[in-house]
């Protein structure tokens, strides 16, 4: 298949019929292990597998035990790659499966990692707690940070990874790429881009100097609230590096989650664009909503607004995720959230519904309150994901919502 679009890719990129008798789908390899043809079958699969030999050009060594790979995972991990412009891809059981597993594989005692800040719960979890617990420094930067103030965190220390979030959850600050992996070059570290908010359709961190980038696969990607998983898509040899600890840790994704993600790709960039134009019309209501103090979502950054630059160079859409801060805070972000009927209130984010979530309470709970009001978690705040349904049927539940303040 010649393939010039992700989107075209995304129908049928690593999938050949004719292996699969005839099935238009690539089946659900549901099964643990695999047989080999012979015994040096067998022999050359684990020398190739285990880094004893290089495969020879064109050569496949097949597959032998589910947690080391399956039929399903490779279909998904060469679509993943292509969307995101990467040598290889991994597919793994969950988001914070595929940051811990690249954690372990890229750090080491001794070593600093710089984060953004703010950032998703559990890799700041995973961050401050076991990878600290094994000697890693790791220091976060926020979104005002400089150059400067950059190499001042870093001082004379072994800087072997930088860290961004961006957009950032749950405020959707946005962070200069191309600044930030330049300080990693300069200093041989490895830049990790986690690109689950705008999705590839929208932001390209490859294209700005990143390494690797993530994803909780659980959101866009999926984008179905039916699956959990994650993904890292990059250069070849560090891909290759994931993979071996993959292999022994486990984290591999199922066979069925892998058919599920490959099923979801095929309609990400209709999603996330029917998404993304309801979510700036949403935003623009809620922009002009007396009860509603600011509201943060890409589309709304003027031209004076420092982030627009970055914005301008670095995305091709705003998202459909929204950060807005309802006056009155806590009591009156309950009233709201309680009143809701279209939208939904849970976690998550990404899924063909939309979903409503407090961070002050929810994902950013265990964090000290004033850490929270620094970083612009606030009481008042809700972090929004808007689906696939009517934006006029979301506007008005959101408005008959904001009513009850």
Request: proline share 5%.
């Amino acid at each position: 298949m010649a393939e010039t679009n992700p989107q075209t890719a995304s129908v049928g990129k690593g999938h050949d019929p004719e292996r699969h008798l005839g099935s238009l789908k690539t089946p659900i390899y549901e099964t643990s292990t695999f047989v080999f043809e012979s015994a040096a079958a067998g022999k050359r699969y684990f020398e190739i597998v285990y880094g004893g030999a290089e495969p020879s050009p064109g050569e496949d060594p097949g597959y032998s035990y589910s947690r080391l790979d399956a039929p399903n995972l490779r279909v998904a991990e060469e679509r993943l790659a292509y969307w995101e412009e990467t040598e290889d891809a991994l597919v793994f059981n969950a988001g914070m499966a595929a940051i811990g597993t690249l954690f372990l594989t890229l750090l080491r005692p001794g070593d600093v990692v710089i984060y953004s800040s703010p950032a998703y719960g559990g890799t700041l979890t995973l961050l401050r707690g076991l990878m600290t617990e094994i000697g890693v420094i790791a220091r976060a930067y926020g979104p005002a940070t400089t150059g400067d103030g950059l190499a001042d965190l870093v001082g004379d220390d072994r800087l072997s990874m930088v860290y961004v979030e961006t957009p950032a959850n749950p405020t959707n600050d946005i962070y200069d790429i191309e600044m930030l992996s330049a300080l990693a070059t300069e200093h041989g570290a490895v830049t990790v881009v986690d690109n689950t908010f705008l999705s590839p359709v929208w932001q390209k961190p490859v294209r700005h100097g990143a390494d690797l980038i993530v994803h909780s696969a659980t959101k866009y990607l999926g984008g179905h609230s039916d699956l959990t998983a994650g993904v890292v898509c990059g250069r070849a040899d560090l891909i290759e590096r994931l993979r071996h600890t993959r292999y022994e840790l486990g984290t591999t994704a199922q066979p069925a989650t892998a058919w599920l993600l490959t099923r979801s790709l095929e309609t990400l960039q209709i999603r996330v664009e029917r998404q993304t134009a309801t979510a700036t019309s949403v935003a623009a209501f809620l922009a002009e909503h007396p009860k509603v103090e600011t509201v943060s979502h890409l589309s709304l950054l003027g031209a004076d607004d420092p982030r627009h630059d970055i914005f301008k160079r670095q995305c091709t859409g705003p998202g459909a995720m929204i950060s807005f801060i309802v006056t009155g805070g806590e009591e009156a972000v309950f009233r709201m959230l309680d009143a809701m009927r279209v939208v939904r209130l849970a976690v998550s984010l990404g899924g063909t519904e939309s979903l409503a979530s407090h961070p002050w309470t929810m994902s950013h709970a265990l964090m000290p309150a004033e850490e929270k009001t620094r970083i612009g978690v606030s009481p008042g705040l809700v972090r929004l994901s808007v689906g696939v349904e009517s934006p006029d049927d979301l506007i008005a539940d959101l408005g008959q919502a904001l009513d009850r303040v």
